[in-house]
């Protein structure tokens, strides 16, 4: 079955960094594009981060030139390194398969990123 498992989150102080890893089986990874969304309490889940089977990204401007997705199509990873950290990006980072802005695809389990003043 399909599986996305996330991992590197954790607490960090303001301005520091953090690398989230999405490892994937039961897709053909190479062939997918691959997103990263965040979810804060209280608020509805968006997209930070996507990379296309072809490497083409883009951002959410709230992230834009402080995070970085990358792939790794030989390890089935999909990364997001987050610099300049601030307190509003707090929130729950899940990894998803598939098509973005729409309910195709799969979901990881999701890794808390919390950002301290």
């Known amino acids: 079955q399909v599986q996305l498992v996330e991992s590197g989150g954790g607490l960090v102080q303001a301005g520091g960094s953090l690398r989230l890893s999405c490892a994937a089986s039961g897709i053909v990874f190479s062939m997918n594009a691959m997103g990263w969304y965040r979810q804060a309490p209280g608020k509805q889940r968006e997209l930070v981060a996507h990379i296309s089977s072809g490497g083409s990204t883009n951002y959410a401007d709230s992230v834009k030139g402080r995070f970085t997705i990358s792939r790794d199509n030989a390890k089935n990873t999909v990364y997001l390194q987050m610099n300049s950290l601030k307190p509003e990006d707090t929130a729950v980072y899940y990894c998803?398969?598939?098509?973005?802005?729409?309910?195709?695809?799969?979901w990881g389990q999701g890794t808390q990123v919390t950002v301290s003043s």
């Open positions: 998803k398969s598939g098509v973005m802005y729409t309910g195709i695809g799969y």
